[in-house]
């Protein structure tokens, strides 16, 4: 693989379908090969299991070859699920107008898969579960974006073309860095981009967001700043709704340990509430 790959991680959920399609329009936007990925997470199907040491237990040794049996069985039909699964991906990315993209399955653990493959991956698309709306230390999505430090589109169960863009802008370095990234990438290029920010209405928030409206501007952008005052999440959610937003572009958790906490129970609360795709940038 090539270091500009879109990853989309499917596991045969109701959301792996916007998954793909979100996958396939960032892969044409970037233009960058597609890889539809599967993992069989040993956590999620059985495996063989060693029962030598059950040996001696007379009438129940029928019975603990046949569970045996069978553990074998549903480890074949999850294999086969998977294929199943990613051809089907695969043909729907080309009818999206993918060229050729790459069907891949991976057995063993899912952070342990996507990590073997970061250096490879330019974005990496997932989609939302209910498991992983947990705003607590520990949720699997949280794990995943903590972990991981390559661009996360996390994705809701329905598929939108996305025509607005929304930045949610804290004048930090990390934010900083998230729209030089934005100015800088094809995947928005031409999609009005709104800058939102929200603090109090001071000179240096003013500031901080005519630096982002330069920035975007210079690459192209049409660009709409917003300065609001109110709760984070709730307030993003409210200008996600009034102005038909369809992509929300965060940075993801900070690294000390207050940023960890500030930030990122901000980060979980927003893809939780939102009902459009986020973006994690590092």
Not at 13 to 20: G, I, N, Q, R
Not at 21 to 45: N, T
Not at 252 to 271: D, E, K, M, N, W
């Amino acid at each position: 693989m090539t270091k500009t790959n879109v990853i989309a991680c499917i596991d045969g959920t109701d959301v792996s379908t916007a998954v793909s399609d979100y996958a396939a329009w960032s892969s044409l936007r970037l233009e960058a090969p597609l890889i539809v990925l599967h993992v069989l997470d040993r956590s999620a199907y059985p495996v063989k299991s060693d029962l030598s040491g059950n040996i001696g237990l007379g009438s129940q040794e029928a019975l603990l070859q046949e569970l045996a049996e069978l553990d074998e069985k549903r480890g074949r039909l999850a294999l086969e699920q998977g294929r199943v699964m990613l051809e089907a991906a695969r043909q729907r990315a080309l009818a999206d107008g993918v060229d050729d993209p790459i069907a891949h399955q991976r057995h063993g653990d899912l952070l342990d898969s996507l990590l073997a493959i970061e250096q490879d991956t330019r974005l990496l698309v997932l989609g939302k579960h209910d498991e992983n709306l947990a705003a607590h230390v520990g949720s699997r999505l949280e794990t995943l974006v903590r972990s991981l430090h390559r661009p996360m589109l996390v994705c809701p169960p329905v598929y939108k073309k996305p025509e607005r863009v929304m930045i949610a802008f804290d004048g930090s370095e990390t934010a900083h860095k998230v729209v030089d990234r934005v100015a800088h990438s094809p995947l928005f290029r031409a999609l009005p981009c709104h800058v939102v920010l929200i603090g109090p209405d001071n000179p240096a928030n003013r500031g901080q967001l005519e630096w982002a409206r330069h920035t975007l501007e210079s690459s192209d952008f049409v660009v709409t700043t917003s300065l609001r005052q109110g709760e984070v999440e709730k307030t993003l959610c409210e200008y996600r709704r009034e102005e038909a937003i369809d992509v929300l572009v965060m940075g993801a958790y900070g690294h000390s340990v207050i940023r960890r906490f500030l930030v990122g129970s901000t980060t979980t609360a927003v893809i939780r509430d939102a009902q459009i795709p986020v973006l994690l940038l590092r």
